[in-house]
């Protein structure tokens, strides 16, 4: 995923983000950042992220983490919630709540954090501890302090006698429970209580009387606090509250009752749903280029926090749609969901549903789905048999809008879970469409960037390499890490009036300029070999050609020509190439200026015999500037190395081994084009035969 | 992988602006030396002085720029000075010819 994708998906994020580099320096700074750190975006980028934002005694843990990732790929922090710590630019100190992901971004990694300011929160729960110190003094004394101290108390309080029954709430929790009294609630059945929601965990799984804190403080237990959601059955409204019991105990020691304090979290609970959400769709994104699955993963993490049913349509062209993914909290009902949709007209109507979505780009909210709507909606029985026996409750879909074009939709159904949906609702769908949408033009983009990459990358190399007697050839080309951009090394071996010639080169830069100037370079030698093979005189050419470019081109290149046992070779800024033989590996040739570059220059020419079984061996810098271990390069030692070992062997050995010492060696992503000729003379055979010769070397691209 | 972190310190002194390099100069890190470049070449300077003696390495994207920036010295009319880099970042400039074309100077000129 490149900046700009993450940017876009950063501007539909709410909270405060922030993003770092491998070398911990701040990359991206939002809006809601410089609110909360009270720090500019132009301050903040470019900054030491460790020095900015993380209090000093916390530095070292931080830097640790990120050493450790980077070397082992190891972040136990990745993806969870964290609470810890923060400091603003005037040097306080303030709580935050944070999510961080990582993500592999071209051949380095980068750190996300969305960030929350949770001082609020935290000086609510300091203040409701001190309270509850109070309140179990209180317990203890007269019945007129308690209830002055529980009613201080902006959350609702409960108190649970021995016999489960609850003996005593303050009026914020007898609203909540909905009762008039002390007293009627003292007479309600404990078990009723709960019967006009459902109640799940943050698991989904469903949350039962016994589980409750204060019951299980009540057998002797010392639960965690509880976070529960509650939808209310008939109206469908959902509530996320967390619930902490503590015990008060009589003059013995024996417990007493069970105090509980009930918490409204609805508010964070869906900003902390859409966090992580954001953090698991960046993930998701730059999971796979393959838009399908990433569509089909989105709808996934949509289900079941979020929505019990999620299904993603993209529109074509001619008015139809394509189904791309669903999915259901229940798998048993998935099939029951694809059934129904094929009932939906593959034409789309502009007046309704989808086809109402593709022509006003609004999203469109059904808060309940009433009877008479299923019956309009349904074609036939069948369609309406299914439709009721979906049970839906509510539904919401929404555009998935790429630079103003609205390419598909997302559609999410309440069901089971009976939970309604609101605009927060529709806002958060709004802003998971509009990643889902992102990730579809990204994977369209990739792999059409790719494709042309590809084609551009083949017609720069031969198509197969020449058959020249006497001598046995082999190649290597291995394009970087990436392999949607075109890379600038070339090579080449062809026949010119007798000779064979061979280039190897490097044009500086990458993609479409480079590929240009590397036809530029191939078409120039071919050509000035025609002309006249001296490798010096095809440099001349090459360089003025490039200089007669608009805008700097510049090209390093190593031109060999090959005459029976005879070697004349001449480099423009190239690295000189190897010859391996039984007596060791020694460098020939000599410098010669860069192509393209420069005007003093100079390409001294060297003419040598090969003995039979030497071999030459010319590569690119890519070889020898591989990265390693410790920021360690491959370097010309190690390739020496591999060269005498092998020397015995034939070029497709030798390129062998040099792969696998490369790959062995290298660590992280490969960051630059390799690309290396071995050619190893065999002696001389009877005179070559010429026709062939000529005809093979037509052959060639 | 960490790579060898590449920086770029810039410092005035009346019409000479200095750029003093450290780390690697790649494909990565060459279009922070350009903006830091266009930077101080955005106030009145008459002489760039780019200081590469605490360069690790080399590559041809790094040679790339610091040609382009020697034609654009000439094309502008204001002066390029290079203080040379340490071994093994040499031996790019010298086979490539760099050496002789791109206007270094001694380090006790400037």
């Known amino acids: ?701 | 992988m960490q790579p060898a972190p590449f920086e770029v310190s810039s410092d005035k002194q009346g019409e000479d602006g200095k750029l003093a390099l450290s780390g690697e100069l790649d494909i990565a890190s060459a279009p922070r030396l350009e903006e830091a470049a266009d930077a101080m070449l955005a106030q009145p300077v008459r002489r760039l002085v780019i200081d590469l003696s605490g360069l690790t390495f080399i590559d041809s994207s790094g040679l790339r720029l610091l040609i382009a920036l020697n034609d654009r010295a000439n094309e502008d009319g204001w002066t390029l000075a290079l203080l040379p880099p340490p071994e093994p970042s040499r031996s790019v400039f010298q086979i490539t010819g760099a050496d002789e074309n791109l206007p270094f100077i001694d380090p006790s000129e400037q």
């Not at chain 1, 944070?98 to 592999?104: F, I, N």
């Not at chain 1, 959350?155 to 649970?160: G, K, P, W, Y």
């Not at chain 1, 926090?305 to 062209?317: G, M, P, R």
């Open chain 1, 1 to 701: 995923m490149d900046r700009g994708q993450s940017l876009e998906i950063l501007n539909v994020a709410h909270s405060a983000f922030i993003s770092m580099d491998e070398g911990g320096r701040i990359v991206y700074w939002n809006l809601r950042a410089e609110e909360l750190f009270g720090l500019s975006r132009a301050s903040a980028l470019g900054r030491p992220l460790a020095e900015t934002v993380i209090p000093e005694r916390h530095r070292e843990a931080h830097w640790l983490g990120v050493k450790r990732f980077l070397a082992d790929g190891e972040g136990p922090i990745l993806g969870k919630r964290l609470e810890m710590s923060a400091l603003r630019a005037d040097g306080s100190e303030f709580p935050v709540e944070l999510t961080v992901s990582a993500l592999a971004e071209r051949d380095s990694w980068s750190f996300h954090a969305f960030v929350l300011d949770i001082s609020a929160r935290k000086e609510a729960e300091s203040e409701r501890d001190r309270l509850l110190d109070e309140l179990k003094l209180a317990l203890q004394g007269s019945e007129q302090r308690l209830a002055v101290i529980v009613n201080a108390l902006a959350e609702a309080v409960t108190i649970r006698g021995r016999d489960d029954h609850l003996i005593y709430a303050n009026q914020a929790a007898l609203d909540r429970l909905g009762f008039a009294s002390v007293e009627e609630l003292r007479n309600a059945d404990p078990r009723a209580l709960m019967g006009p929601y459902q109640t799940t965990g943050e698991d989904g799984a469903e949350i039962r009387m016994e589980d409750l804190p204060s019951v299980r403080v009540l057998r002797g237990e010392d639960p965690e606090p509880l976070t529960i959601r509650f939808v209310n059955k008939d109206t469908g409204e959902e509530q996320w509250v967390m619930l902490k019991a503590t015990a008060v105990r009589d003059a013995n020691g024996e417990i007493e009752a069970a105090v509980t304090i009930i918490e409204d979290v609805t508010a964070s609970k869906r900003v902390n749903l859409q966090m992580e959400f954001l953090a698991r769709a960046s993930r998701v994104l730059a999971s796979s280029l393959d838009y399908q699955q990433t569509l089909r993963n989105v709808a996934g993490l949509a289900v079941p926090q979020i929505a019990d049913w999620c299904a993603v349509d993209l529109f074509d062209e001619n008015g139809g749609r394509e189904s791309v993914a669903v999915a259901h909290i229940d798998p048993a009902k998935l099939e029951m969901a694809e059934r129904l949709r094929a009932f939906e007209p593959e034409e789309l109507d502009p007046e309704q549903g989808l086809g109402l979505i593709k022509r006003t780009g609004e999203s469109i909210l059904y808060t309940e789905i009433p009877d008479e709507l299923i019956v309009e909606a349904a074609v036939d029985e069948e369609h309406l048999r299914l439709l009721r026996a979906v049970g839906m409750r509510a539904a919401l879909v929404v555009p998935m809008t790429v630079r103003g074009r609205t390419i598909g939709a997302l559609t999410m159904v309440s069901a089971d879970s009976g939970r309604s949906f609101d605009r927060s609702d529709v806002e958060l769908a709004e802003q998971i469409a509009e990643v889902a949408g992102l990730s579809v033009e990204n994977a369209r983009l990739y792999s059409e960037r790719t494709a042309v990459a590809r084609t551009l990358q083949s017609s720069l190399l031969p198509e197969a390499l020449p058959r020249i007697p006497c001598w046995e050839v082999a190649a290597l080309y291995r394009p970087a890490g990436r392999d949607s951009e075109v890379g600038g090394d070339f090579y080449d071996l062809w026949a010119a009036d007798g000779d064979w010639m061979m280039i190897i080169g490097d044009v500086t830069g990458k993609g479409v300029a480079a590929a240009t100037v590397t036809s530029l370079v191939r078409h120039t030698a071919w050509a000035a070999a025609d002309f006249d093979s001296r490798p010096t005189q095809v440099l001349v050419r090459i360089d003025s050609g490039l200089k007669r470019r608009p805008s700097l081109s510049v090209c390093s290149a190593l031109c060999l020509r090959v005459r029976g046992e005879r070697a004349t070779l001449a480099s423009g800024g190239h690295p000189l190439p190897l010859i391996a033989g039984p007596d060791g590996v020694r460098e020939v040739g000599r410098p010669g200026t860069l192509l393209g570059a420069f005007s003093n220059v100079e390409w001294p020419e060297e003419s040598f015999e090969m003995r039979p079984g030497e071999t030459l061996v010319a590569i690119t810098d890519g070889v020898t500037d591989a990265v390693g271990p410790n920021d360690e390069r491959f370097g010309m030692a190690r390739l020496k190395e591999i060269l005498e070992r092998t020397q015995m062997e034939t070029p497709m050995v030798i390129r062998a081994q040099l792969v696998a010492a490369l790959e062995d060696f290298q660590v992280g992503p490969q960051s630059d084009d390799t690309a290396v000729v071995i050619m190893r003379f065999t002696g001389a055979a009877a005179e070559p035969d010429r026709d062939e010769q000529t005809s093979r070397a037509r052959a060639r691209v």
